[in-house]
Structures are given as structure tokens and as C-alpha cells.
């Protein structure tokens, strides 16, 4: 099983050259020019367009059960989605109910993902806590390659991780090289403000930002890097979306924290006048936490990329469809909460970053895949176009045009949120495990084709975090 792709420029996260790649069962064999490859291999002609690492999406729900309803695209139709956008791998929730053991959901989750055709991995949500919840979070590291924890701090009455869950959890990530992850926003303040906002008679999707304004963000955010910070833990925030987030951030760095900041396609190009639309359906179609954010974050955002506070880019990817949405009708706060993407956001980020000359397409790369390979210890299996690397690629003509839409993206649900957005830079052809998985609008792999890959332990990074908690501890005090 040989593939080799001719006549491309190599672009990875640090380097851009004319080479030709070749894989072989799954992983990449070589790279250069004129290599000597068997008569029977495949060959991909790139014909002169990029050839870069797939993207990965750290940040998607697909088949998820929430808000009384399930998330339509399931690992099937939503990786799939993401292989005709250039995308080979996700990095999706397992996330337990209350009191449900975390290694049962873990379990239930692989089975619901089977059916992948892109590989993915999952991180786990910490939504309740007692002596077993830590006990399952060693045996996820230890034996099922999880290295990384989710907290919500939103979504009160449900799911979400209060303070004290907070700092059992960081702590224990800390002990067993894992990297707590946050949605941050004060899940009380949301509540009560949902409360007043509809006491007031506001019950459509403009209640939704107004109930979740970029204070509320901002609050939580400075909140979960000030605990990291006393624990001495890093921390990953996941879907940043506020300015006063990307300065909590920044301000927490320039300090010395190790904490990492991830954005979303979605959050990087809309603002908050989708919610003011007089079609109900189109305007709870963006209903998603964090919201759409007023004009001005967004750039803000642009230029956490590019400074180098925020990482990664990620989409959330949870499609509920017009039916599901209805189910808010007379309620904001029954909306089921989220927006899809993992089809569109290379383009979107090409379209709106590269052309417009705020990233180079090294910087593309780093936000699309290799830091989310790197933070989440997967660096150089994926991410890297490098010899032993997993030959996961996309072909991409930067001079390709499409118009992005629901009538013909392959997302199961009926709305696309960057709905007539024309972009110049699109995939060609995705390489999944050495194999061709999508070509010019058809999808060639197959359910079951997607594996499930671990994630280990930070084993020497923690081991630097660990000694300098040694050396910050306060020394005893010595008297008379
Ligand atoms: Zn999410």
C-alpha cells in the first residue's frame, strides 16, 4: 500500500520547499525530489499547489447528547465533513453525565466512534467529583491514552465544574502529566442573567449574547488561570472569544505561566448582529457559548493568533438543524447551544488570515495543526510532514475558489454559518493514513477507515513544572 505525491511544495509549520512524498502503510516513507518509488504506487499529481500537514480540529461534538436533543453530525458525516475540508484528524469530548463513571462514558464514546472516517482522540470532561472520579482519570492516562481534561464552567444545573472541582481536578492533571482545559464562563452569572433577561419578556436569540457578555469570559478566564497558577499547573482554554480573555492570557504569559489559548473559525470572522437577524431560525442558528461577539473582539482574536497567544483554531463543530433549534422557540435558553465548521475552517482561515496577510502559510499550518499536535503530545506523529510521520495531508490550491454553503457542504445539517462567504484557497485532495480519503468532492473513505490515536503523558515537560513548584514553595521559616 504506496502513495506518492508528486510535484508539490511542501509548506510545514517552519519551512516551505518543492519535494515529493512518499507514504507507505499509512506513514510517510520519504521526501524529496526524484525518489525512487516501486512502478505500482499511486501517484497524486499536486501540479505545482501546497502540500501540507491535515488540519486537526481539537474541538468538536459530533453525536453529541445535549440540551434534550442529539448533535446531527455523528463521527461518520462529521469526520467526513472534515476530510472535504482538508481536516484529518478531531480531537472530541467524552463527556459524562453527573455521576456517571468516566470510564463508562469513555467506552460508550469509542463505540459511538467507530464509525469514523479521519482519526480522532478524546478529551474527557470532569463534570461532578469524588474519589472514583480521580481514580478512573489516572487509569485514562494510564492505559487509554487520554492526556487531557475538560471543565465547564458554564451550563449551572447540568455540567458544570465549580471552583472547588476546579482545583481537585488541575491538581490531579498536574500529578499525572495531564493538561486541564476550560470553557470559561461563569456558569452563575449566565444564570442569573438568563433569569432577568427573560423576566424582562426578552425570550428570542438576542437574549442569548445578552446573557453571556464578554465580562462573563473574561471573569472565568482569569479565574481558571489564577487557580493553574497557584497549583502551578499549565492550562489550555478552549473557544477564547473575548478581548478581555486574549488579555488574561497574555497578561499570564507574560509571567511566566505556561497557559495556551485556542479560538474558532467561527468566533474569528462573525459578530454579534447575527443574533438581531428577523428570521428566528437564522438567528438561533448561531446560538453557540461562547456567543458571537460584538465587532472589535474579533480582531482582537486576529491578533492573539499572531503575536503568538492564542495557538490553535478549532470550530466546537456541534450541528443541531432547524428542528432541533425550534425546541427554543419560546425560551433563549432552550436553544440547544452550537454551530458546525469543521468543513469550512481552513478555508475560512486561508480565505480571511493568509490572504489577507495577517498569517503566512507556515503560520497556517502552525494554528491548523502542529501546535494542537504539540500541546496535546502528538508532535511529530501528526502535524509534521516528516519522515515516520503519520501520512495525514492535504493537496491545496491556494488559487481554488469556492462559495461556502449549506446547499452543498457535506455536514448533515441545513444552515452554514459562513453561509455565501466566497474563498480563494481550498483542498484538493486529503491523504488520511497514507491513503486517498476525499478528492475533488468525493469522499473516498470509508466508515471505519478513521483509528483512534492516543495522546501520553507529558512526561519531561511535567517534570519542569513539578521542580519549579518545588523551588516557588515558601521556605520554612527559621527562628531563634
Ligand atoms: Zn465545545
Redesign the pocket.
Same mark, same amino acid.
Given at each position: 500500500m504506496s502513495l506518492l505525491i508528486r510535484g508539490g511544495t511542501v509548506v510545514t509549520h517552519e519551512q516551505s520547499f518543492r519535494a515529493d512524498v512518499y507514504c507507505v502503510d499509512g506513514k510517510i516513507a520519504a521526501i524529496g525530489e526524484n525518489l525512487d518509488v516501486p512502478a505500482d504506487a499511486e501517484v497524486v499529481d499536486a501540479g505545482g499547489q501546497l502540500l501540507m500537514p491535515g488540519g486537526i480540529d481539537p /474541538?468538536t $461534538?459530533m453525536q453529541l447528547p445535549f440540551m434534550g436533543t442529539v448533535a446531527k453530525d455523528d463521527f461518520e458525516s462529521g469526520t467526513a465533513a472534515g476530510l472535504a475540508g482538508g481536516t484529518t484528524s478531531i480531537i472530541d469530548?467524552v463527556i459524562p453525565a453527573p455521576q456517571q463513571s468516566l470510564l463508562e462514558a469513555y467506552h460508550q464514546w469509542r463505540g459511538w466512534a467507530e464509525k469514523s472516517v479521519a482519526d480522532y482522540s478524546f478529551h474527557v470532561a470532569i463534570t461532578w467529583w469524588d474519589d472514583s472520579v480521580r481514580e478512573e482519570m489516572g487509569e485514562l492516562v494510564s492505559k487509554y491514552g487520554v492526556n487531557s481534561f475538560k471543565h465547564f464552567m458554564a451550563y449551572k444545573n447540568a455540567i458544570m465544574a465549580t471552583d472547588d472541582i476546579l482545583v481537585e481536578s488541575f491538581s490531579r492533571c498536574l500529578e499525572l502529566g495531564a493538561i486541564p482545559t476550560v /470553557?470559561a464562563e461563569n456558569g452563575e452569572l449566565v444564570y442569573h442573567l438568563q433569569q432577568q433577561i427573560l423576566a424582562k419578556g426578552i425570550t428570542g436569540p438576542e437574549g442569548h449574547p445578552q446573557s453571556r457578555p464578554p465580562v462573563v469570559e473574561g471573569e472565568a478566564s482569569n479565574r481558571a488561570i489564577s487557580i493553574a497558577n497557584t497549583l502551578g499547573a499549565p492550562i489550555y482554554l478552549? $473557544?477564547v472569544s473575548a478581548e478581555e480573555s486574549v488579555d488574561a492570557i497574555r497578561y499570564a504569559q507574560n509571567n511566566g505561566q505556561h497557559v495556551f489559548g485556542e479560538c474558532l473559525a467561527g468566533h474569528l470572522v462573525l459578530d454579534d448582529s447575527v443574533y438581531q437577524d428577523s428570521d428566528w431560525g437564522r438567528a438561533a442558528a448561531h446560538v453557540m457559548s461562547p456567543p458571537f461577539r460584538p465587532k472589535g473582539h474579533q480582531d482582537a482574536l486576529w491578533k492573539g493568533l499572531q503575536a503568538g497567544t492564542l495557538h490553535t483554531t478549532a470550530t466546537?463543530h456541534?450541528a443541531f438543524c432547524s428542528e432541533q433549534k425550534a425546541a427554543g422557540k419560546d425560551d433563549f435558553t432552550k436553544i440547544p447551544n452550537g454551530t458546525a465548521g469543521v468543513e469550512e475552517r481552513l478555508s475560512v482561515l486561508w480565505q480571511k488570515g493568509v490572504n489577507s496577510g495577517k498569517l503566512t502559510p507556515n503560520e497556517f499550518v502552525a494554528i491548523t495543526s502542529t501546535n494542537t499536535a504539540k500541546i496535546f503530545n502528538v508532535f511529530p506523529q501528526k502535524g509534521a510532514i516528516a519522515v515516520g510521520s503519520d501520512a495525514d495531508l492535504v493537496v491545496w490550491d491556494p488559487a481554488g475558489t469556492k462559495t461556502l454553503s449549506a446547499d452543498t457542504h457535506m455536514s448533515n445539517i441545513d444552515f452554514n454559518i459562513f453561509e455565501g462567504m466566497q474563498v480563494t484557497g481550498i483542498p484538493t485532495t486529503t491523504v488520511a493514513n497514507g491513503k486517498v480519503a476525499w478528492q475533488e468532492g468525493e469522499l473516498k473513505a470509508k466508515a471505519g477507515d478513521g483509528q483512534y490515536f492516543n495522546r501520553p503523558a507529558y512526561a519531561s515537560y511535567y517534570d519542569a513544572l513539578k521542580k519549579r513548584n518545588e523551588l516557588a514553595a515558601p521556605a520554612a521559616v527559621k527562628r531563634g
Open positions: /474541538h $461534538h469530548f /470553557h478552549v $473557544h466546537d456541534c
